[in-house]
């Protein structure tokens, strides 16, 4: 849809209430895009959402706004935004997958010295244990994936993604959402 070039002169001048209207208009859409089909997280949907409405406003005062489909305008930004946050998220989080694998490894070896530091341990711990509450398309794709050091290539016909971007979005989507996992452990921890 359209920006009415009314609401388009009145942004320009100051009014918020075009943005309103904006914001209600296509919040909805963006929320079933972002979170029900791509499963990102509805809080950060809802920032992410409101930070592109604000965008949405200052291309329009500075003049930068081509009057194309306002709404998908706004889930690109929203996407992107989101994007970038799981980004910047997924180098902060602790998931040393080789701190894992040397963990696993020594258990079955029967190995009972201290092969890690006490908060290397608790990493490790809230990394199985966000593993292990993950659906079981994520944790076998991100278990073979990882732990088995099996490409995505070879996972893709194992598994049956019907193509190589659909395994590698997929490995993407199970990532954030066990980095998001192991953060809110540790946080409890």
């Known amino acids: 849809m359209r920006l009415d070039p009314e609401d388009i002169e009145r942004i320009k001048n100051g009014d918020v209430e075009p943005l309103g209207k ?3 208009e296509h919040r909805n859409f963006c929320i079933i895009n ?3 089909q791509r499963n990102f ?3 950060d949907v809802e920032d992410a959402y409101s930070e592109a ?3 949405l406003q ?3 005062v500075q003049g930068d706004f081509e009057n194309k489909n306002v709404g998908s305008f706004l889930l690109q930004i ?3 935004k989101l994007k970038n946050k799981y980004k910047r998220d997924k180098k902060t989080v602790p998931l040393d997958i080789d701190l894992v694998e040397q963990y696993l490894l020594s258990k079955k070896k029967g190995q009972t010295a201290q092969i890690l530091s006490p908060e290397d341990e608790k990493r490790v711990d809230a990394i199985l244990i966000a593993i292990n509450s993950m659906n079981e398309n994520c944790r076998t794709l991100l278990t073979k994936y990882w732990l088995e050091g099996i490409p995505l290539k070879e996972l893709q016909e194992d598994l049956g993604y019907g193509s190589y971007n659909s395994i590698r979005s997929t490995k993407s989507r199970c990532q954030a959402g066990l980095a998001k996992k192991v953060r809110e452990i540790l946080a409890h921890k």
């Open 22 to 24: 904006i914001y209600v």
């Open 34 to 36: 972002l979170h029900h």
């Open 41 to 43: 997280d509805l809080a």
């Open 53 to 55: 409405v604000f965008i």
């Open 58 to 60: 200052k291309k329009i």
């Open 78 to 80: 929203t996407h992107n």
